[in-house]
C-alpha cells in the first residue's frame, strides 16, 4: 500500500514538473518570435525585496500622494515590482488598461487573492467571481437599477432629512449661522448606509440615529434592535478584514483574526434575519407596494439563504461606500475652493430656484420637483462630480490575474512603447488614481480641482472611476459616457451618482456656505491659482487602500435666514 502511495506522489510530481517546463517553453517561444519587451523593474533592495516591504510599511504619510507617486515617477506609468513572492505588473496607462478591462477583457479575471481576501464576507459574489458565474450574477443584479428605482428621490430624502435635523438646532427653518463641525466621513457613510440597507432589505438599520449606541459585536441576542445597532459597525469592521487579508494575503492570521470573524459572522447572521423577515411578512406577495431589491431578486428566481447574502453584501458594497465616497470628498473639495461652491450653488438654484422649494410636510420636503433628469441638465453639477470622481475615484487601485497567456500593449523597453508579455497567472495592477492625474493627459493642473476641463471629453480610457468595459460599475455608465444634455430615458444604470446629484443639490439649496472646521492654510504662500488648488486637495487626508474615503475631516456649513 505504501508503494502504491510513493507512485502516486511520484506521478504527480512529475506531471507538475512536465507542466512547468512545457509552460516555460512556450513563454520562451513567444518572447524569441515577437517584439515583447520587459517592463522597468523597481529595485529590490534586501533579501527578497524585504526592505522595500519594510519602507512601506514604515510609510508615515500618505501611501498614495507620498510612497507609490515617487515609485510612478522613479520607473515610469509602467513598471514591475518583485519582492517577498509577490511579482506584479503595476500600470496606469490608458491603453494598457483598456485591454484588461475591454479589447482583451476574457483573458483577465479577479484572480486568487481578490477571492481568498474577499470571500468571507461577498462569497461567490459579483467582485469575486468569473466567466459564467459573473455573467449571472451581473444579469440578476441589473433589473434592480431600472428607472424606477434609481429616480425615486423619496427614501433619499426621508434620510437626507435626519441629517438636516441634526445640522439645524431643533430643526428650526428660522434658525442661521453656521453648524457645529461635522465630520464628513461618519455623516455619509451612516446616510448611505441607511438609503442602501433600506433599498436592500426594506427597513434601514437608522445608523444616523444609533450613531451614539454602544453595543460589542461579539455577544449578538436575538433581538432585532440589537442585530440592527451593530449592523453598521459589524459591517465596516469586515471591510477592514478584506484589506488585512488582501495586503497580508497567506500571514492574514496574524492581523484580529477574531475580530474580523467575528465581523463576518455578524453580518451573515443580519442579513439572515432580514431574509427571514422578507419571507414571514410575505412582501413577494403583496401587489402596488415598492419591493425591496431583495425581495425582487427572489421573486426573480430560486435562491438559497447563502446565495441571498452573498447577492446582499455585494449591493452594500457598490451602493454604499461608493456614494459615501463621492458625498464626502465633493463637500471637503467645496469647502476649499469657495468660488466654485458659489458657482455651482448659482447654477442649482437657476435649475431648482429656492423660490420653487416644495412645502415642508409632516414626513418632510417633497422631492417632487428635483427629477433625475433636470439633475442631469444641471451642467455644472456634474461637471463638479465628475471632477471630484477624476481626483478621488473610490477604487483607487483594481488587482487582475491573467487567465492565461496574453500581452498588454505598452510599457516594455528603455522608451516603454514596446508590449510585455503577461504569462498565465501574472498579477496585474492599475491605479486609476494616477492615470486621472498624468499631466500629461490632463494638463499641467492634473492635480487642481478644475471642474470646467469637462467642457470637453476625456481622454479615451484616461478616466475610469468605475471600472469600464463589461465590468463597468451598474450604477455609473450612463452618468459617465452619455452626453449631458442627455435623453431623460435612464436605462438602468445611475443608482449611486444620481442620489449623490439629488444630495449636493438639497443641501446647497439649504446652505449657502461650507468651511472646513480646521483648516491648515499651506496654500497661503502658493502663487498661483492651480497651485493653490493642487495644495488644497493635497490637504484632504485620505484612509483606504482598496475603498478611497476622507479622513478626518470636519466641516460647517452656513445657513442664511431665508434658506
Not at 35 to 49: A, C, D, E, I, K
Request: charged share 25%.
Amino acid at each position: 500500500m505504501a508503494r502504491i502511495h510513493v507512485v502516486l506522489l511520484a506521478c504527480i510530481a512529475l506531471f507538475y514538473i512536465f507542466r512547468r517546463l512545457t509552460e516555460g517553453c512556450k513563454l520562451r517561444k513567444l518572447r524569441q518570435s515577437s517584439s515583447f519587451r520587459n517592463p522597468p523593474r523597481v529595485q529590490s533592495r534586501g533579501p527578497l525585496g524585504i526592505y522595500n516591504v519594510l519602507e512601506r510599511l514604515r510609510f508615515r504619510g500618505d501611501i498614495l500622494d507620498g510612497y507609490l507617486a515617487r515609485q510612478f515617477e522613479t520607473y515610469g506609468f509602467t513598471h514591475e515590482i518583485k519582492e517577498l513572492g509577490l511579482h506584479a505588473i503595476i500600470t496606469a496607462q490608458p491603453e494598457n488598461v483598456r485591454a484588461i478591462l475591454s479589447t482583451d477583457f476574457e483573458s483577465f479575471g479577479p484572480g486568487k487573492i481578490r477571492k481568498r481576501s474577499m470571500a468571507p464576507l461577498l462569497g461567490e459574489g459579483l467582485f469575486t467571481v468569473d466567466g459564467e458565474k459573473w455573467k449571472h450574477a451581473r444579469n440578476m443584479l441589473r433589473p434592480l437599477f431600472v428607472k424606477s428605482n434609481i429616480t425615486d428621490m423619496a427614501l433619499v430624502q426621508r434620510h437626507l432629512e435626519r441629517i438636516l435635523a441634526h445640522a439645524i438646532p431643533d430643526n428650526d427653518p428660522a434658525w442661521s449661522g453656521w453648524t457645529e463641525p461635522v465630520d464628513l466621513k461618519s455623516l455619509f457613510e451612516r446616510f448611505t448606509m441607511d438609503t442602501a440597507t433600506e433599498s436592500i432589505f426594506g427597513r434601514s438599520v437608522d445608523s444616523q440615529l444609533w450613531a451614539q449606541a454602544s453595543f460589542p459585536m461579539g455577544e449578538v441576542d436575538d433581538s432585532a434592535a440589537s442585530m440592527t445597532q451593530g449592523f453598521a459597525r459589524a459591517f465596516d469592521v469586515s471591510l477592514v478584514g478584506v484589506v488585512v487579508r488582501m495586503i497580508t494575503g497567506r500571514l492574514s492570521f496574524l492581523f484580529k483574526r477574531r475580530k474580523f470573524r467575528s465581523a463576518f459572522s455578524f453580518v451573515q447572521q443580519y442579513v439572515s434575519l432580514q431574509v427571514h423577515r422578507l419571507l414571514k411578512d410575505d412582501l413577494l406577495q403583496q401587489e402596488g407596494t415598492k419591493k425591496p431589491f431583495l425581495a425582487v431578486l427572489m421573486e426573480a428566481e430560486t435562491l438559497n439563504e447563502t446565495q441571498l447574502h452573498e447577492y446582499s453584501t455585494n449591493l452594500l458594497i457598490a451602493s454604499r461606500n461608493t456614494t459615501a465616497a463621492l458625498l464626502s470628498f465633493t463637500f471637503a473639495l467645496l469647502s476649499l475652493h469657495p468660488d466654485i461652491l458659489e458657482k455651482l450653488r448659482s447654477a442649482i438654484l437657476s435649475t431648482f430656484p429656492v423660490d420653487g422649494h416644495p412645502a415642508r410636510t409632516r414626513d418632510g420636503f417633497s422631492s417632487s420637483t428635483i427629477t433625475a433628469e433636470k439633475l442631469l441638465q444641471c451642467e455644472y453639477l456634474q461637471w463638479v462630480l465628475r471632477e471630484v470622481l477624476r481626483l478621488f475615484p473610490p477604487i483607487p487601485i483594481t488587482g487582475v490575474e491573467a487567465k492565461k497567456h496574453t500581452a498588454l500593449p505598452l510599457g516594455g523597453g528603455e522608451d516603454g512603447e514596446a508590449p510585455i508579455l503577461i504569462p498565465k497567472d501574472q498579477l496585474v495592477i492599475f491605479f486609476p488614481y494616477f492615470m486621472h492625474r498624468r499631466r500629461d493627459i490632463w494638463g499641467d493642473d492634473a492635480e487642481s480641482f478644475r471642474p470646467e476641463r469637462w467642457a470637453k471629453s476625456p481622454p479615451s480610457w484616461a478616466y475610469v472611476p468605475f471600472s469600464g468595459g463589461p465590468r463597468t460599475c451598474l450604477g455609473s455608465k450612463f452618468f459617465l459616457f452619455a452626453p449631458l444634455q442627455a435623453s431623460p430615458n435612464i436605462a438602468t444604470e445611475q443608482y449611486a451618482l444620481i442620489h449623490a446629484s439629488y444630495v449636493v443639490t438639497r443641501l446647497l439649496q439649504s446652505f449657502s456656505r461650507i468651511r472646513p472646521a480646521h483648516p491648515t492654510n499651506n496654500w497661503l504662500s502658493a502663487e498661483t491659482e492651480s497651485e493653490r488648488s493642487r495644495l488644497k486637495v493635497r490637504s484632504i487626508r485620505k484612509s483606504g487602500f482598496i475603498s478611497l474615503s476622507v479622513r478626518n475631516f470636519q466641516v460647517q456649513f452656513w445657513k442664511d435666514e431665508s434658506s
